[in-house]
């Protein structure tokens, strides 16, 4: 596979009429020498040097990058409260990593927030992964204050076996339940690890002793692209079928409406809109209601 030239292909995206603006409005973000950077629950930019102008410029750049999905993020005055509470997934997470000195690799990654908080745990090298125009213009923005060396990627999850390098760790979060074929995402995961690498991954489950999955009809919450909802047992399956050798349960947890939901910076419904107004156990079309499993998976030399 010729990922330079995918590359190429991809990054035309910055012509594109609706994102264009966006990497206009970026080239004329102020510049400032004085920085604090804190990548802690919030990740938090601010500068005194920031002028009221600078504050003014900062908002109208942000806002027009709508829907933020990830975050929170405070820069200088604007706080964007994104629709996830992402903060409680990433300290969900952490006990159970440790990044120092490892290749790193976020599948899915969005606007970057995950990876702009794993910076803090010394990792060796950071990469991103996901194919979203807009989504790059959002890490592009805070990038453009934080400065990090991570590297974006406009690639997906079934580019990852064929990197120019495989990964100690990759986090593949909120992503397997979009790919019509999760066995094959799963091997495209093994395949981009070192050997004793380990993948961090979370998906919709259903509940239930038997290896079986739901396949929703048409839309699961409201979402169209949802292919397969697996119980555990069926999930670590796919896992041993991907080449997987040892597949740790982390945690289950409901999605509940403090972690997600609609504020003024998505332009959409959320999960209050997804549930069953007179049962919040179930979808508005009568699945259950979401619930996650963290799992780790391992990559072990036969």
């Known amino acids: 596979m010729d990922l330079e030239a995918l590359r190429t292909e991809r990054q035309k995206c910055v012509e594109w009429k609706n994102i264009k ?4 409005a970026i080239a004329k973000l102020p510049c400032v020498t004085s920085m604090e950077i804190r990548l802690e629950d919030v990740v938090t930019i601010d500068s005194p040097d920031f ?3 600078d504050q003014q410029t900062i908002y109208e750049t942000a806002k027009a990058m709508l829907p933020w999905r990830k975050g929170p ?5 604007t706080f964007i409260d994104t629709e996830w509470r992402s903060d409680i997934k990433y300290n969900l997470l952490k006990p159970h990593f440790n990044l120092k000195d490892k290749i790193v690799g976020d599948i899915g990654c969005n606007n970057g927030y995950y990876l702009f908080r794993m910076m803090a745990e010394q990792p060796k090298r950071l990469v991103g992964f996901d194919p979203s125009a807009l989504t790059w213009c959002q890490f592009s923005f805070l990038n453009h204050f934080i400065q990090s060396d991570i590297r974006y990627e406009l690639l997906g999850v079934e580019h990852v076996g064929y990197y120019e390098h495989q990964f100690d760790l990759l986090f593949c979060l909120g992503v397997l339940y979009h790919r019509p074929d999760p066995v094959g995402s799963l091997k495209s995961l093994y395949k981009g690890l070192n050997v004793d690498g380990e993948l961090i991954l979370d998906t919709f489950m259903i509940e239930g002793e038997e290896e079986i999955c739901l396949t929703p009809n048409q839309r699961y919450s409201k979402i169209p692209n949802i292919y397969f909802i697996p119980t555990v ?3 670590k399956n796919w896992c041993h079928r991907a080449g997987f050798q040892e597949v740790e349960v982390l945690e289950i947890v409901k999605t509940e409406l403090n972690e997600q939901r609609k504020t003024e910076w998505i332009n959409s419904e959320s999960l209050d809109d997804f549930l069953d107004k007179n049962d919040p156990n179930k979808t508005v079309e009568g699945y259950p209601a979401p619930k996650r499993v963290y799992i780790k998976a391992k990559k072990i030399k036969k």
Do not use: D, R
């Open 233 to 235: 047992n069926a999930l």
């Open 21 to 24: 603006p966006h990497w206009e």
């Open 51 to 53: 002028t009221k102008a």
């Open 73 to 77: 993020f405070q820069i200088g005055e």
